[in-house]
């Protein structure tokens, strides 16, 4: 079984920072990927950012780039969300997404809310 564990959530005002955490924990043999999705109230979940464990290269969603890093500790199976210059618009329940022998799997989700 595997788990994903979230932190760093919070209430913040526009232009602020926060950084996000997530780690795997369990029968993790085989982390091929882990990133993070976002779902508004109302809204589709959708992709926020992920990054590969072979060789680090990373993906954004076209609203975050140039504002959210993703980066990854192999070693303790984590990934990391540092997220920039915030907007309301980033208010949304941010979930930890691992993909493991082709698997997805889910964390429980974290909150962040940005007020303007």
């Known amino acids: 079984q595997v788990q994903l564990g979230e932190s760093g959530g919070g209430l913040v005002r526009a232009g602020d920072s926060l950084r996000l955490s997530c780690a795997a924990s369990?029968?993790?043999?085989?982390?091929?990927?882990m990133g993070w999705f976002r779902q508004a109230p109302g809204k589709e979940r959708e992709f926020v950012a992920a990054?590969?464990?072979?060789?680090?290269?990373?993906y954004y969603g076209d609203s975050v780039k140039g504002r959210f890093t993703i980066s990854r500790d192999n070693a303790k199976n984590a990934v990391y969300l540092l997220m920039n210059s915030l907007k309301p618009e980033d208010t949304a329940v941010y979930y930890c997404n691992a993909v493991i022998n082709y698997v997805n799997y889910w964390g429980q989700g974290t909150q962040v809310t940005v007020s303007s």
């Open positions: 990054i590969r464990k072979s060789n680090g290269d990373t």
């Open positions: 369990g029968r993790t043999p085989s982390v091929a990927a």
